[in-house]
């Protein structure tokens, strides 16, 4: 499915899976900080038609959409529109949270999912530890306030349970190779947007006469679903997925380390614990041994020519 132009296979391979995650986690709190302050402007409906029009308007030229979904087959256009409509019902899910919940109660709900996810797939002590050490270390960095506010906890756990839906069908894209994965996700791009399409324009028309606002909408959309879906898709497609899940606790971690760099909020002794500790999970857990799935691939195709060549000879004899 990759075509020659697209190179991000080989990209995969020039850094380790951790390196494109941590690219992914930096831009995942870029990309709400900028959403929120377009909140009062745009609308929140408003936002999230922004965001996903804009991404998947720069994934197109990229990855033909419209080729994908018509040359793939049955199997995979269903994963694709699963995973579009995931997208669509995810972001617009999670903006309606953040517009009534703190983020760090949206996004303590959010990592809850993701330890099952994580648990699913340990399968050994030293990664239990790991995962015990990266769940103990979020919950040290998330200032946790509960909400009485009963239609902003529905949208957070529905984002919460859409992003466990993101992992595992952004993972079973990925499969394609990276590649081909990020071809995959600029058809699921496309389907979200045209899900969204009929929710989101009224309130999007609004800012579409003002520039500063469409820049800053398309900045959203890039920050929020191109570089980090991308990088997303560089490290699935070298991560087992429960490892990818538990990497998932480096994101409050990563917040603070921002907040250090670019804000100059110098964090609590709780808060130094809690990256401490989630840093020592990441270095304990081991991923599963696992060849790479683009040599999988091959050996299966070679296996199934090698076993069509040996039926046909012995119906010739």
Request: aromatic letters at 8%; hydrophobic letters at 55%; one cysteine or more.
């Amino acid at each position: 499915m990759a075509r020659s132009g697209l190179t991000f296979s080989k990209a995969a391979n020039l850094a380790p899976p951790q390196a494109w995650f941590a690219i992914s986690a930096v831009f995942h709190y870029l990309g709400p900080s900028f959403a929120v302050l377009l909140f009062p402007s745009v609308g929140v409906l408003g936002v999230a038609w922004m965001r996903i029009g804009a991404a998947a308007a720069i994934f197109a030229p990229w990855t033909a959409p419209w080729r994908t979904i018509a040359k793939t087959d049955g199997q995979t256009r269903r994963l694709l529109i699963g995973l579009g409509v995931c997208l669509a019902v995810m972001n617009t899910a999670f903006y309606l949270a953040l517009d009534r919940l703190p983020m760090s109660l949206v996004a303590a709900i959010e990592f809850v999912g993701t330890i099952g996810v994580a648990l699913y797939g340990l399968r050994s002590a030293r990664n239990l530890t790991a995962l015990g050490l990266a769940v103990l270390g979020v919950f040290l960095l998330i200032n946790l306030r509960w909400s009485s506010d009963p239609i902003g906890l529905f949208w957070a756990f529905l984002n919460g349970t859409l992003f466990v839906g993101y992992i595992v069908l952004g993972h079973k894209v990925s499969e394609a190779g990276a590649s081909g994965g990020v071809e995959r996700l600029g058809a699921a791009m496309t389907i979200a947007f045209l899900l969204i399409m009929p929710i989101g324009f009224r309130e999007a028309w609004r800012a579409l006469g003002n520039p500063t606002l469409v820049l800053a909408g398309a900045g959203v959309g890039i920050c929020s679903s191109v570089i980090p879906y991308v990088c997303d898709q560089l490290a699935m497609s070298r991560l087992p997925r429960a490892s990818f899940a538990l990497m998932l606790a480096l994101l409050p971690a990563t917040a603070t380390l921002v907040g250090i760099i670019v804000l100059a909020q110098i964090p609590s002794l709780r808060d130094t614990l809690g990256v401490a500790l989630v840093m020592a999970g990441v270095a304990v857990h081991r991923p599963a041994p696992q060849e790479p799935r683009a040599q999988r691939a091959g050996e299966g195709a070679a296996g199934r020519a090698v076993s069509r060549a040996l039926t046909a000879s012995a119906r010739g004899r």
